[in-house]
């Protein structure tokens, strides 16, 4: 049973490129979360996701960040028009279900380093 | 100062010691959780604690919470080299559903 599956593990792009990471959730989890990491510093959350909806991206920032969960695929968290300052990792991370109070720790993935040069 | 706060920010201590770490929060939650990280990798599930729950264990791990002082501590008994790592808290805030929020972490060097 593989674990959750992140891709590319580094990611480079030029300023005002595009980055699509994406990530496969564990087996049996429908449940997508997706967190920031800068350096030295804690995971940030980002956005949740279950298949085909968008339940919260309260962490998402307004412009050039979209994420989506189709019914069949990876997740895919899409950054327009990068600039230096996306330089992260990203990490990803599923649950099974929740009871809308996550009872449940979650499987990260090993995270996509994105650096914009 | 923001949710999970983790005290303190390094911790160097000898194999065979044992390492505790704090947490801080300040809203209430439905659940605590510990993650470790080692460097440039992914984040591991430790344990999860509920916020009806006092104390857990989990091999060389104990964790307490304690809702009045909004904080927790994870001990690491009889600590080993390969525990040299990262420790993060994350809440699970009771209306946020499952989103957690992470402290900024207790680097952990355990010295052979």
């Known amino acids: 049973n593989a674990g959750v599956m992140q891709n590319p593990r580094h990611l480079v792009r030029r300023r005002g490129q595009e980055a699509r990471l994406r990530c496969s959730p564990m087996?049996?989890?429908?449940?997508v979360y997706w967190y920031r990491q800068l350096p030295e510093e804690g995971l940030k959350f980002m956005v949740y996701l279950q298949k085909e909806n968008i339940i919260d991206e309260s962490g998402m920032p307004k412009e050039r960040f979209s994420a989506e969960f189709p019914k069949e695929g990876p997740s895919i968290l899409r950054i327009q028009q990068v600039v230096r300052g996306d330089s992260a990792a990203y990490f990803c991370?599923?649950?099974?279900?929740?009871?809308?109070?996550?009872?449940?720790?979650?499987?990260f993935g090993s995270g996509t380093r994105l650096t914009v040069v | 100062s923001q949710q999970g706060e983790e005290d303190p920010q390094a911790l160097s201590i000898q194999e065979g010691e044992n390492a505790t770490m704090n947490c801080s929060y300040k809203?209430?939650?439905?659940?605590l959780q510990w993650y470790r990280q080692n460097s440039g990798r992914g984040l591991v599930h430790l344990i999860l604690?509920?916020?009806?729950?006092r104390e857990k264990h989990s091999g060389r791990l104990r964790v307490t919470l304690d809702t009045s002082k909004k904080s927790s501590s994870l001990l690491i008994t009889a600590s080993r080299a390969a525990d040299t790592a990262s420790y993060f808290c994350?809440?699970?805030?009771?209306?946020?559903?499952?989103?957690?929020?992470f402290g900024e972490g207790t680097q952990l060097t355990v010295n052979p």
């Open positions: 087996k049996g989890h429908s449940h």
């Open positions: 604690i509920r916020s009806n729950e």
């Open positions: 809203t209430s939650i439905n659940n």
């Open positions: 991370a599923s649950s099974p279900r929740t009871s809308g109070q996550g009872i449940y720790g979650y499987t």
């Open positions: 994350a809440t699970s805030k009771e209306t946020s559903g499952s989103r957690l929020t």
